[in-house]
C-alpha cells in the first residue's frame, strides 16, 4: 500500500465519518434461488417484498451477486448500469423484466480510494439477476442506485472477507450491503420431481444456521473442513461467497434473523437473513 494510497484512504474515511450520520444499515444476505422468483408471488419473493419495506430506505445498494465472478474485485460505475438476463430457457416475459436503477459512479470511486485493490468497472457488466431478481421485488420502483461487486475468485474466501470488512463505514452512510446467493447450491443434484431435501442439504444448512448465530465466522470460512455434507452443499463456492462478505461487515451486537428457510429443488437453500 503506497503512502498516497494510504493518504487519500484516510480522507475518504474522514469525510464519510464527519458527513451525515445516518443510523447504521443492516445487512442482508439473500438466498435468491431460481430466477423466476422474480415475476412469481411465492412465499420467497413475498417476503423480499416484506424485507424491502420493513428496513430503512437505503440512500444506496451495493450487491454482491454469485453471478459475477471476475479476476480481481471490481465494482460496477458506470451511471447507469444495464439488466443483464444471465440465464437461458425460461419463459419470455422473465427476459421482459428491466430494472432501470441508476448506479453510482462518485460512491465506487469512493470504495476505490477505501480499499485500493477494488478497481472499476465502467463498462463490462452491470446487475445480473442474482441482483435483479431480488430488488425487483424489494424496491420495484428502482428509485435507489445499485453497484454491484464481484466474487473475486484470485482471492481465497478468507481474503475476500478481509477486503469487505475495509468498507464497514459505509454502513453508516445509508448504504445497504446486500450478498446474494445460496448456501446449499448444487444444481447438479437438483430434482424437480421430489419436493424431499437431500440430507446432506438439510445437514449443511442447518449446521451454517448455527454457525452464524455463534458468529464462527472461522468455520464458515474454512467451510472444506466442515464435513462431506459441506462438500456436497458447497460444489463450487461462488453461490456461498457472498453470504462470507455479508458476516465480514457485521457488528459484533448484531442480532440475526432468518427467513425463507427452505430448500427448493432438493438441494438448493433458500435461506436468507437480516443482521441489525
Known amino acids: 500500500m503506497t503512502q498516497k494510497h494510504i493518504q487519500d484512504a484516510k480522507s475518504v474515511v474522514k469525510k464519510l465519518q464527519e458527513g451525515s450520520r445516518t443510523e447504521r444499515m443492516p445487512l442482508l444476505f439473500i438466498g435468491h434461488g431460481n430466477p423466476m422468483n422474480a415475476i412469481e408471488d411465492n412465499e420467497y419473493s413475498r417476503n423480499w417484498e416484506k ?3 420493513d428496513i430503512p430506505k437505503p440512500k444506496a445498494i451495493i450487491c454482491m451477486s454469485a453471478h459475477w ?3 480481481g474485485s471490481f465494482v460496477t460505475a458506470m451511471e447507469t448500469p ?7 430457457g425460461f419463459p419470455q416475459e422473465l427476459y421482459q423484466v428491466t430494472y432501470p436503477a441508476k448506479g453510482d459512479p462518485k460512491l465506487a470511486n469512493d470504495m476505490c480510494k477505501i480499499v ?7 463498462d463490462e457488466w452491470g446487475l445480473d439477476h442474482g441482483a435483479w431478481s431480488v430488488l425487483h421485488k424489494m424496491y420495484p420502483k428502482a428509485d435507489i442506485p445499485v453497484l454491484q461487486l464481484s466474487v473475486d475468485y484470485s482471492r481465497s474466501p478468507e481474503q475476500q472477507y478481509e477486503l469487505t470488512k475495509e ?6 452512510k445509508g448504504i445497504l450491503f446486500l450478498g446474494s446467493g445460496n448456501i446449499v447450491h448444487n444444481l447438479s443434484m437438483a430434482s424437480f420431481d421430489t419436493k424431499k431435501p437431500y440430507d446432506w442439504a438439510v445437514e449443511f444448512d442447518a449446521l451454517s444456521r448455527d454457525l452464524i448465530e455463534k458468529g464462527d465466522h472461522k468455520a464458515l470460512i474454512h467451510y472444506e473442513k ?6 456436497m452443499a458447497i460444489p463450487t463456492d461462488e453461490h ?4 462470507l462478505t455479508t458476516l ?25 437473513c437480516i443482521f441489525r
Open 51 to 53: 424485507v424491502g419495506k
Open 69 to 71: 465472478t471476475t479476476k
Open 82 to 88: 444495464p439488466t443483464i438476463h444471465d440465464f437461458y
Open 116 to 122: 485500493k485493490d477494488i478497481m472499476l468497472d465502467e
Open 167 to 172: 468498507l464497514v463505514s459505509l454502513r453508516e
Open 226 to 231: 466442515l464435513g462431506a455434507a459441506a462438500k
Open 240 to 243: 456461498y461467497r457472498p453470504l
Open 248 to 272: 465480514a461487515l457485521r457488528g459484533e451486537d448484531e442480532k440475526v434473523e432468518f427467513f425463507n428457510e427452505g430448500i427448493d429443488l432438493a438441494s438448493v437453500s433458500m435461506r436468507s
